[in-house]
């Protein structure tokens, strides 16, 4: 009886570790602070903690006064606000070549990312209700705010907002593809809309703080 209870259950684990391996370890995370979750394609949620490893195909998300810092397999950093939802839907790396695709989609909230060692910056892609970021470069931040940026009053426009630190970014949408520079800061009102440039730091980014991206302080 005893061995065929543990038959079972060595049946009811496999669609659980062939998911995981069919999807890929696309990192792990780095720091938590506060409650953050990792929910898979199928539904299925559990409780992230730091060293807990990330899978492509898995939406992570923040809880209100949380943040999570993720490092990626190539190196690459993506630091996760308070209240988001962010789903890995592709990351791939081959070390020796340097090549692969890092495809992600921020579905609420906002976060800051440092990219790694892939080569060709242009298979990164990060998808929002708004645009679409390709990068150029290394480093930026972005947020939507969709009625819950309550952190800052008064309560800002609704739409995407991004600051670009390092190096370029191409913004994509209905209306065209629009580069941006570092020291730039961008507001995208819906997906239909032109960029605007703004001649100053937007609140959505003072407010609600995350740790520093630097690569050399996200390993400590």
């Known amino acids: 009886m005893m061995i065929k209870r543990y038959i079972l259950l060595i049946l009811l684990m496999m669609p659980l570790a062939l998911q995981a391996q069919s999807n890929g370890s696309a990192g792990s995370v780095h720091i938590i602070k506060g409650v953050a979750t990792a929910t898979s394609a199928e539904g299925d949620i559990r409780r992230i903690r730091k060293g807990s490893e990330l899978y492509s195909n898995e939406t992570i998300t923040t809880a209100s006064g949380s943040y999570a810092r993720l490092q990626l397999k190539d190196e690459s950093w993506i630091m996760l606000r308070p209240g988001s939802r962010f789903y890995l839907e592709s990351v791939e790396y081959e070390e020796e070549t340097q090549e692969g695709t890092g495809f992600f989609s921020l579905l609420k909230g906002g976060f800051r990312a440092v990219t790694g060692l892939i080569k060709e ?84 980014f003072v407010q609600s703080p995350i740790p520093v991206a630097d690569p050399a302080d996200c390993a400590q």
């Open 121 to 204: 910056k242009l298979n990164y892609r990060y998808t929002t209700t708004v645009a679409t970021i390709g990068i150029r470069g290394t480093d930026f931040m972005a947020r939507v705010c969709n009625g819950d940026c309550l952190d800052i009053y008064p309560e800002p426009e609704n739409g995407l907002y991004l600051e670009v630190i390092d190096h370029d970014v191409v913004l994509t949408n209905a209306s065209g593809e629009f580069p941006f520079q570092a020291g730039q800061y961008v507001f995208i009102s819906h997906r239909g809309a032109v960029p605007q440039l703004l001649d100053f730091r937007p609140d959505v």
